[in-house]
């Protein structure tokens, strides 16, 4: 319960300071690739429930339809525009709505596809979608976008067993801290 008041208080917090960056950034994303400004899919939730993970659309239309699961590095698909708002993870906002609704959390393992089942064993998927997924994790805290599924899988894994609210707190610093690393802007 701590959590989700947690959750929501921050999501809530985050969206008023955020909503003018957010409608500038709508904005740019129209002018740079006219089309929709928002991306959804559908994402594995909390036990294996499907919901709409909504994003800022940081690739060009009906990209997903032409290429792989995963965005490649120099990846044709993504607009000039997108690169910025992915290397800031402003692309990341509208999942604060996300959050709202209770379909995710503000830290959880991040929410795979579901055509991403088929990488994990059985217990491995039952045991990582048995937490609510979030809009960062300790995964993404320690390796931004790169390690490996194994990495992830482990650091999500330790995750899900030592959740608490201090952890939770030191993985959003450590989030922000990738976030403004050298050479993300």
């Known amino acids: 319960m701590t959590k989700r008041i947690f959750d929501l208080y921050l999501s809530i917090l985050l969206l008023i ?4 960056i957010l409608i500038i950034l709508c904005c ?5 690739n006219p089309g929709p400004i928002f991306f959804s899919q559908n994402r594995i939730g909390k036990n294996g429930k499907i919901f709409r993970l909504y994003k800022l659309r940081s690739m060009k ?4 339809k032409n290429g792989p699961i995963f965005t490649l590095q120099n990846d044709k698909r ?3 525009f997108g690169k910025f708002i992915r290397k800031t993870s402003l692309d990341e906002l509208p999942q604060l709505v996300n959050v709202i609704i ?25 045991l990582r979608n048995s937490f609510q997924p979030g809009i960062t994790g300790l995964a993404q805290s320690i390796n931004r ?5 194994k990495q992830r899988l482990k ?26 690393s050298k050479g993300s802007f």
Do not use: A, H
């Open 78 to 80: 993504v607009t000039k």
């Open 17 to 20: 300071i955020f909503f003018p």
């Open 28 to 32: 740019l994303i129209y002018i740079d």
């Open 102 to 126: 209770g379909d995710m959390s503000v830290v959880g393992p991040r929410p795979d596809v579901p055509e991403q089942r088929k990488l994990y064993s059985e217990n491995d998927w039952n």
């Open 61 to 64: 239309i009906n990209s997903e």
């Open 155 to 180: 650091l999500d894994l330790f995750y899900i067993k030592k959740s608490n609210i201090l952890l939770d707190m030191k993985i959003i610093c450590l989030t922000i801290k990738q976030i403004f």
């Open 145 to 149: 976008n790169s390690g490996t599924l």
